[in-house]
C-alpha cells in the first residue's frame, strides 16, 4: 500500500502560479506512475497529468498542457505539480494518486490504486 500526503494548495489571482506537492510512502518501490486529477463542485473528477515513477515520461490533459508540469524527484518519493498561468476554471481539489499496476500510462482514475488527501486550488478573477 501506498500513503500519500499533497501540499501546495492556496488561494491564487488568475495569471498566477503554484506548485503543488505530493509525498509517497509505503511500497512506492511497486509504483509505476504518479498522476495528478482534480474535482471541481458539481464535476466528475478529471485527469490532469500523469508521469512515469522510472524515466520520467508525462502525458497531460489538453487543458493544462503548456501550463502545468509534473516532475518527480525518486529521491525524495516526492511528485510536484507546477501550475502556471492558472485559470479560473483551474479551482478544484488536487488529488494526486499512485497506479501500480499495468504499465505506467493512463488517464483513468479507475486505474490508480492509492489516493492523498486531495488540496484546494482556488483560482480568483
Known amino acids: 500500500q501506498v500513503q500519500l500526503v499533497e501540499s501546495g494548495g492556496g488561494l491564487v489571482q488568475a495569471g498566477g502560479s503554484l506548485r503543488l506537492s505530493c509525498v509517497a510512502s509505503g511500497r512506492t518501490s511497486n509504483n509505476y506512475a504518479m498522476g495528478w486529477f482534480r474535482q471541481a463542485p458539481g464535476k466528475e473528477r478529471e485527469f490532469v497529468a500523469v508521469?512515469?515513477?522510472?524515466?520520467?515520461?508525462?502525458a497531460y490533459a489538453d487543458s493544462v498542457k503548456g501550463r502545468f508540469t509534473i516532475s518527480r524527484d525518486n529521491a525524495k518519493n516526492t511528485v510536484y505539480l507546477q501550475m502556471n498561468r492558472l485559470k479560473p476554471e483551474d479551482t478544484a481539489v488536487y488529488y494526486c494518486?499512485?497506479?501500480?499496476?499495468?504499465?505506467?500510462?493512463?488517464?483513468?482514475?479507475?486505474?490508480?490504486?492509492?489516493w492523498g488527501q486531495g488540496t484546494q486550488v482556488t483560482v480568483s478573477s
Open positions: 494518486a499512485a497506479k501500480v499496476s499495468g504499465g505506467w500510462y493512463s488517464r483513468s482514475s479507475d486505474d490508480f490504486g492509492s
Open positions: 508521469i512515469r515513477w522510472s524515466g520520467g515520461s508525462a
